[in-house]
Every structure is written in structure tokens, then in C-alpha cells.
């Protein structure tokens, strides 16, 4: 079955660039999408087909799908981004979500 | 605007179903294009996704819960539902329903089921 890696956990400090990993064999030909979840909240979709945005996210979050690796990007990271963020994709008619990543904004 | 609700037994005991419904409301699950589904996800832990379901009743179905699950469809009713049989603590966690199988904007609150006797 396919597998998504993210790391467990990622720092940063507020006003700069956050960049989370999800690494899957070939992930470059899958569409990956990022959400964020806080705690007590359902998930919210942040970033779909590699690099679009919905439209109520703000501009600062963005993404990228090259190789093995899917990259989510937050700009300018503010308190309220501290959350857990979990990729995705599809993969042979299942759907697969990568193990999260507590993103921590000290 | 879409909203998914989720209802259900708060507590299951050990070997026993588990039954939850979705309530959709501001779309019509008929109409559809998309599929609709389940994710779960254990206290403190990731989101794990269960199955989904077409209007038409075609589902996909995680392969690791696959021979334990059914899901059905009511489009009268517009919901759509999940059994989960010999249920165990490990199958203890929120349940959101959704909707579409990836790039999913539109979550259900949750609910927690407790897997205990």
C-alpha cells in the first residue's frame, strides 16, 4: 500500500517561512493536497491539486509536488497557523493521508 | 452551504456494530457528483480514512477495514451511513463524515465513538 511520510514535528518562529515535507514514492505524479487541523477542529483543506488555494485561505500558505516530495510553504507564519497539517492523495482507489505534522510557531 | 452532520452511539461495547449516519443538508447527496465518506481519527493520533460512497452505491473501501465495513446510501433521505462490525478500542475515535475523496473542503464536526464494555 502506498505510504506518506511527514515529520513528526516542525518550529518556527512568527513572521517566518514554515515549510512542511510529505514524501511518497513518485508523489510527483500524484495530485497532493495539505490540510490543517487545530485542536477540537475538523480538518481544513489549505492547499488541493499541488499548489491551488481555496479561495478563504490566506496567500501566505502555498505548495509544491516534484519527485518524491510535496512541500507546503507558510510565509510570513503567524500564531494562528500553529496546527497539525496532513497531506494526501489518491493512490490506487484508496485514499492515503501521511502521519501529520504538529507545527509549532514559537 | 453544505453542512454534514454526524449522528450515532457515543459508546460501543467490544464486538459489537458500530453505526453512524451523515445528514447532509444544503446539497443534495442525489444530485451529487462527488463521493461521500468517512475519516476517523484516534485520540492524539492521525486521520485514518475509512470509505467512501457514490449516490449510485459504488464504493471504495480502505483495504485494512475493508472486511468489517458497509456503507450505504439513503438519497431520500439524504444521508448516507457506516457499519463498522467487531469493533475493538483501536476502532475507538472521532468520525467525520466528508465529502469528495481527496481535496475535501467540506467535514462534519465529528463525533467520538468510545469502544468500551
Known amino acids: 500500500s502506498y505510504e506518506l511520510t511527514q515529520p513528526p514535528s516542525v518550529s518556527v518562529s512568527p513572521g517566518q517561512t514554515a515549510s512542511m515535507t510529505c514524501s511518497g514514492e513518485?508523489?510527483?505524479?500524484?495530485?497532493v493536497c495539505w490540510y490543517h487541523q487545530k485542536p477540537g477542529q475538523s480538518p481544513v483543506l489549505v492547499i488541493y491539486?499541488?499548489?491551488k488555494r481555496p479561495s478563504r485561505i490566506p496567500e501566505r500558505f502555498s505548495g509544491s509536488n516534484s519527485g518524491n516530495t510535496a512541500t507546503l510553504t507558510i510565509s510570513g507564519t503567524q500564531a494562528m497557523d500553529e496546527a497539525d497539517y496532513y497531506c494526501?492523495?489518491?493512490?490506487?482507489?484508496?485514499?492515503?493521508f501521511g502521519g501529520g505534522t504538529k507545527l509549532t510557531v514559537l | 452551504q453544505l453542512q454534514l452532520q454526524e449522528s450515532g452511539p457515543g459508546l460501543v461495547k467490544p464486538s459489537e456494530t458500530l453505526s453512524l449516519t451523515c445528514s447532509v443538508s444544503?446539497?443534495?447527496?442525489?444530485?451529487?457528483?462527488?463521493?461521500w465518506g468517512w475519516i476517523r481519527q484516534p485520540p492524539g493520533k492521525g486521520l485514518e480514512w475509512i470509505g467512501s460512497?457514490?449516490?449510485?452505491?459504488?464504493?471504495y473501501y480502505n483495504p485494512s477495514l475493508k472486511s468489517r465495513i458497509t456503507m450505504s446510501v439513503d438519497t431520500s433521505k439524504n444521508q448516507f451511513s457506516l457499519n463498522l462490525t467487531s469493533v475493538t478500542a483501536a476502532d475507538t475515535a472521532i468520525y467525520y463524515c466528508?465529502?469528495?475523496?481527496?481535496?475535501?473542503?467540506?467535514w462534519g464536526q465529528g463525533t467520538l465513538v468510545t469502544v468500551s464494555s
Open positions: 466528508a465529502r469528495r475523496l481527496t481535496d475535501i473542503a467540506d
Open positions: 460512497i457514490y449516490n449510485s452505491g459504488s464504493t
Open positions: 491539486q499541488d499548489t
Open positions: 444544503g446539497g443534495s447527496i442525489r444530485t451529487s457528483i462527488y463521493y
Open positions: 494526501q492523495v489518491w493512490d490506487s482507489s484508496t485514499v492515503v
Open positions: 513518485n508523489l510527483g505524479d500524484k495530485y
